[in-house]
């Protein structure tokens, strides 16, 4: 979705580098989340944020940071990258919208941690 | 811990076929289930979603069935066709949080 942009698409780093995964949207959502998608684990949660001043941890948040810069934006920090955070992570949006909690993906960050 | 389980892993369905992905969830507060639809190199995008006061919803070719008492849900593609081929995700969450819990993910092949 156009309206949630991530970057870098792709990225390779080596094991104890800082690296930073950005994600802004246009949709107007207060709610923002991280998620990363491993094969056979599915879509887990590492961090979400309601709006600015309000950071959550998800189930998986151990060895991530994140930084709610704007509404529009939300930052995630591998503080030491290592190897095992080799995966695909997705930003998302959402906003209630008649009780829906529909969630707005963006295309994707491919991380390879060596 | 998993709260949603989907399975299966992976399925392979001729076209025309209907293709059927489970999920079983634990918690009795979810009451709401998406099912999102993921192409390769995309995010996963909203493709259909139930509350638990329906059994079932449909739109187009797909349905959603759903049993309470089971804590049982399911994705059905009728005339599945090769351009549904994607990784499919159940997920649920409850009206008192905005998070989603999302199963495993199923790999969808449909064959021409």
Redesign the interface.
Known sequence: ?AD?TQTPRNRITKTGKRIMLECSQTKGHD?MYW?RQDP??????IY?S?DVKDINK?EISDGYSVSRQAQAKFSLSLESAIPNQTALY?C?T?D?DG??????????TRLLVL | Q?QVK?SP?SLIVQKGGISIINCAYENTAFD?F?WYQQFP??????LI?IRPDVSEKKEGRFTISFNKSAKQFSLHIMDSQPGDSATY?CAA?S?SG???T????TQLTVNP
């Not at chain 1, 009780?99 to 994707?108: A, E, H, I, S, V």
């Open positions: 979705d949630v709610r998620y056979g684990l599915g879509l887990r949660l979400y309601f998800g997705f998302a959402s209630l009780g829906l909690k529909t969630q707005y993906f963006g295309p994707g | 998993q989907q892993q709401y998406p190199g995309k995010g996963p995008a909203l979603a995700f969450s009206t905005s998070r989603l999302f199963g495993e993910g």
